[in-house]
């Protein structure tokens, strides 16, 4: 169960734009609020149910997640609904961000997972890593906000919805030739690891 409310929330977050673009094009904002209200309410209740050792970081972004929406519905002001993004992009922030003031920060926590032993270089490359996707989500939680509240439903979805997705998968294929370039840890069962050892190849002992 905790697996797939893992999926549906990942879901739910990436397909949120388009849906709420798709959604205001045919319906009226309340109309789209109360469905939004309605199918993040018992997932938010279930989530803090099960995972009642999180509860305080999960009832703070479940409510303020709500609250955006309960805002719009009021207000009858779709802006509202577009500052879910900036929500996510917080929410990322302060996990990153808080990890680089209490260590190992996220990205080692990450690394650790499949490694155990890093060298004084690695943890460095970690951290550096770590700050670079809080400075991220700095931007684009700021993009975000500017686009939800000055530009168009349509330009606000195709970045919040789509663009933003593509500079987040272009920054982790980025970072990862950048991690082989530096250190040259390659798997040998990894058929992409086999390929970047013929182009990086491990450093002579």
């Known amino acids: 169960m905790k697996i797939v409310l893992g999926i549906l929330s990942a879901l739910f977050a990436v397909a949120y734009p388009i849906a709420v673009y798709v959604g205001l094009s045919r319906f009226s904002v309340r109309s789209v609020a109360l469905l939004i209200l309605a199918l993040l309410l018992p997932g938010a209740i279930l989530r803090i149910w099960r995972r009642r050792d999180q509860a305080r970081q999960l009832i703070g972004i479940s409510l303020s997640a709500l609250c955006l929406v309960a805002l719009a519905l009021c207000f009858d002001d779709e802006r509202f609904m577009r500052a879910y993004p900036v929500l996510i992009n917080a929410a990322l922030l ?17 690394a650790r997972m499949q490694v155990d032993d890093l060298t004084d270089a690695e943890l460095a490359y970690c951290r550096s890593v770590t700050l670079f996707w809080s400075l991220f989500f700095v931007a684009n939680g700021a993009l975000s906000a500017a686009l939800a509240i000055f530009a168009s439903r349509g330009a606000w979805a195709l970045y919040t919805g789509l663009v933003a997705y593509l500079l987040i998968g272009a920054c982790f294929a980025v970072e ?3 991690r082989k370039y530096r250190f040259r840890h390659h798997a040998p069962a990894n058929a992409l690891d086999r390929l970047f050892a013929r182009v990086f190849p491990p450093h002579a002992p």
């Open 176 to 178: 990862f030739v950048i």
């Open 94 to 110: 302060s996990q990153f961000a808080w990890t680089l003031v209490r260590p190992p920060s996220m990205v080692e926590r990450f």
